[in-house]
């Protein structure tokens, strides 16, 4: 009787972690987890079961890819969590905690090695953070704080280099303020034109997007999207 080997031509591959994009038909061992997995073909995009957390919880954020994703912070039995977990594209794992407990931060990472966490509070609006803290893959670290305490803000980017987009701050509700961080400092850039809070961000220090959201004190919900990007400048003799 033929084998795997065989019939495809190689071996099954034998490694400690998924592949990050395995192609249709694959077939690999994974020893970290000892169970031997297929890529299935699909002609659909498709939602599927994936690993729970170890611990439920709202308002958190999150940063990374479907197979390498961090999960930090938010809210559980009105109390905030400081709890911090990885996704290996099969399971949760607790790894380091954060050193502030809080949800609705805002999050940016490109993986589950690093990411940066910054804003966010308690869902009274009587408190907001300033504290900015970043992930390396082991633990958190504080660096430098955002010039203005605010929440439910909108960013993108990656742990050295992210923006802040819009923000809510208790003592003047809506803000257009920008903030944009270089891996040392958060400096504050050129305002939106509409100050909300509950948008969405995308793209990166040099080209963000921010869609939707709200506005005080009327609470409209918006459907404007702002782009953020560097102004060129061409030299001519």
Same mark, same amino acid.
């Given at each position: ?130 504290? /900015? $803290?970043? =992930? *390396?893959? @082991?633990? !958190? %670290?504080? #660096?430098?704080?955002?010039? +203005? ?5 909108? &960013? ?21 303020? /920008? $903030?944009? =961080? *270089?891996? @040392?400092? !958060? %400096?504050? #850039?050129?305002?939106?034109? +509409? ?5 969405? &961000? ?30 060129? %400048?061409?030299?001519?003799?």
């Amino acid at each position: 009787m033929a084998d795997y080997k065989d019939i495809v031509g190689s071996k099954v591959t034998v490694v400690a972690t998924n592949p990050t994009n395995p192609s249709d038909g694959q077939v690999w061992y994974n020893t970290t987890d000892n169970v031997l997995r297929y890529r299935n073909p699909a002609s659909t995009a498709a939602w599927a079961a994936g690993g729970n957390l170890n611990s439920g919880r709202g308002a958190h954020s999150a940063a990374g890819t479907q197979t390498a994703s961090l999960a930090f912070g938010g809210l559980r039995s009105d109390t905030y969590q400081s709890t911090n977990e990885s996704y290996n594209g099969t399971s949760w794992t607790e790894v380091g905690d954060l050193n502030t407990a809080r949800g609705a931060g805002t999050a940016a990472g490109a993986d589950n090695t690093a990411a940066l966490l910054f804003a966010g509070g308690p869902p009274s609006f009587g408190a907001a953070h300033e504290a /900015t $803290e970043q =992930w *390396n893959g @082991t633990s !958190w %670290t504080n #660096v430098a704080d955002i010039n +203005t305490a605010s929440r439910i803000t909108s &960013g993108c980017g990656i742990s050295t280099e992210a923006l802040l987009m819009g923000r809510f701050t208790p003592s003047s509700p809506t803000y257009g303020n /920008t $903030e944009s =961080w *270089n891996n @040392t400092t !958060w %400096t504050e #850039v050129s305002d939106m034109s +509409t100050g909300v809070y509950f948008a969405i &961000g995308s793209g990166t220090t040099s080209a963000g997007l921010c869609v939707g959201g709200r506005t005080s004190p009327s609470n409209i919900n918006l459907a404007s999207s702002e782009e953020f990007g560097a102004v060129s %400048t061409i030299a001519v003799d």
